[in-house]
């Protein structure tokens, strides 16, 4: 009997750490990864760094002196030197650390080891970033945090910034418009492609933007952000009025960047300037970012006239692309199809649009359209994408980078309701008023009063 107390003593509370601990690990991972997971994955990184880094092959051969002071102290064989480390900085999904190569080592040698390192240390993944030259940095991530998307508190944003998604090692993906000016965004349905463009707007609404709109789904997709919204058109037909406007909106601005230009002889430099961000504050319009929805739409034809229109409003499309950055505007092309086949142009179109998500497609040729310029690779991991996983993509741009993201939940109400108490921030462009849409007046509420009334009796 004492023998079982014993056991129901001992075995109870560990039998419930153990249970608790594998209960936190699959239903709280970052609590999991911040009380049992950080702890443990820094003891074994602690204790075997030497060793891993000799079984991967990242030492050195030691210098001679050293050799020779070894020698002549313990007359022991002296091992391979590993990169000298520095401190451990614990972060709430992982660890980093700084690692001063040694000379004829180069990132792409630990980038190769990364998948060994994740096994030795017991971490969901490991990432090298070069810091500056002859140093790096190791992230190591300790749980899968695509898996229930948890943005961090601190972000550094800005204007035309906005943080859309988590990359898989933990970092922000930040839509800078001042750096990628023009973006393709693929997905099919319930891909999470509406869900990434939900944040855009959002993102956007409360900055001094002009946000412009072309759904083809009969406005299903933006109409719920109208309040905040320039212009809107629904269809081709709307689009085909909507487009000249903007091309004649951004012709308006080079001539007004023209008109700065032409020089005075007492100009200063820093006054001379080729795009809208060199003119003074009250000279400069406002940005534009114009959202299309559905592209493939833009294109299909089914009479002549209709081909006339298309072949139109696509170059006016291309034009926006090529020249639209110096004069503000911008363009975010969605759709769940873009590929060669759509017709005269598209492939142009793709060429000036700069950045590139696609998440789940329905078929491989879509994946290759939007990233097979970028990396092979990139397309193997589009076309990886579980159903299951919706928000899931993967981001890169034509500089050949390429990541994993997820989109974070947002609700349409919450989207929506962003725009509504942001339709004040709607600038005044007379040439887009026409293309305003209607916003139906919401219902005012009245408070029901503190005390009731009684009537009156005699």
């Known amino acids: ?81 590993p990169p000298r480390r520095g401190l451990l900085r614990p972060t709430t999904t992982g660890l980093r650390i700084r690692l001063r190569l040694a000379p004829g080592q180069e990132p792409a040698d630990f980038a190769a080891s990364a998948e060994r390192l994740r096994h030795a240390w017991g971490v969901h993944a490991v990432y090298v970033t070069p810091v500056k030259p002859g140093v790096i940095e190791l992230r190591l991530v300790g749980y899968d945090v695509l898996r229930r998307v948890r943005m961090p508190r601190k972000i550094a944003d800005g204007f035309l910034k906005v943080p859309v998604a988590l990359r898989e090692d933990a970092t922000p993906f930040v839509r800078d418009y001042r750096t990628i000016p023009h973006q393709l965004t693929l997905g099919a349905t319930l891909s999470g492609k509406s869900m990434y463009l939900r944040h855009l707007i959002a993102g956007l609404a409360p900055q001094p933007v002009a946000l412009v709109g072309i759904d083809c ?44 230009q032409g020089i005075a002889p ?10 809208i961000w060199g003119l ?16 493939a739409e833009l294109f299909l034809v089914a009479t002549k006239k209709d081909e006339e229109r298309r072949d139109e409003m696509v170059t006016q499309l291309i034009r926006l692309a090529q020249l639209g950055r110096a004069a503000g505007m911008y363009l975010e092309v969605c759709g769940q199809r873009f590929g060669a086949e759509l017709g005269k142009g ?81 600038p005044d462009l007379p040439a887009l008023e026409p293309f305003r849409p209607d916003v139906p007046e919401r219902p005012v509420e009245h408070a029901a009063p503190v005390v009731l009334p009684h009537p009156v009796t005699d």
Not at 266 to 275: A, K, M, N, Q, V
């Open 1 to 81: 009997m004492s023998d079982l107390t014993t056991l129901l003593e001992v075995g109870g509370p560990v039998a419930a750490l153990g249970g608790g601990a594998a209960y936190a690990r699959a239903k709280h991972p970052a609590a999991y990864w911040s009380t049992v997971g950080l702890p443990v994955s820094t003891v074994r990184l602690l204790s075997t760094y030497g060793s891993v880094m000799e079984a991967c092959g990242l030492t050195v051969a030691p210098s001679r002196l050293r050799v020779l002071a070894a020698k002549a102290m313990t007359r022991r064989e002296v091992r391979p030197v």
């Open 346 to 426: 598209a492939t142009m179109l793709r060429a000036q649009l700069t950045g590139r998500v696609c998440h789940r497609v329905n078929d491989e040729a879509s994946a290759k359209m939007a990233l097979g310029d970028i990396a092979p690779e990139a397309v193997m991991a589009a076309c990886s994408i579980p159903p299951e996983r919706p928000g899931l993509a993967v981001a890169g741009d034509t500089s050949g980078g390429w990541s994993r993201i997820r989109t974070p939940y947002l609700s349409l109400t919450d989207a929506a309701e962003t725009c509504h108490a942001s339709a004040g921030l709607v």
């Open 217 to 260: 789904k009969r406005g299903v997709e933006l109409a719920p952000f109208a309040p905040r919204l320039s212009a809107l058109a629904t269809d081709p037909e709307q689009a085909a009025e909507l487009l000249p406007v903007l091309v004649k909106e951004m012709e308006d601005r080079y001539d007004l960047i023209k008109a700065r």
């Open 280 to 295: 003074p504050e009250h000279e400069r319009p406002v940005p534009v970012v114009l959202f299309v929805d559905e592209v």
């Open 266 to 275: 007492g100009t200063p430099d820093e006054e001379i300037t080729s795009d």
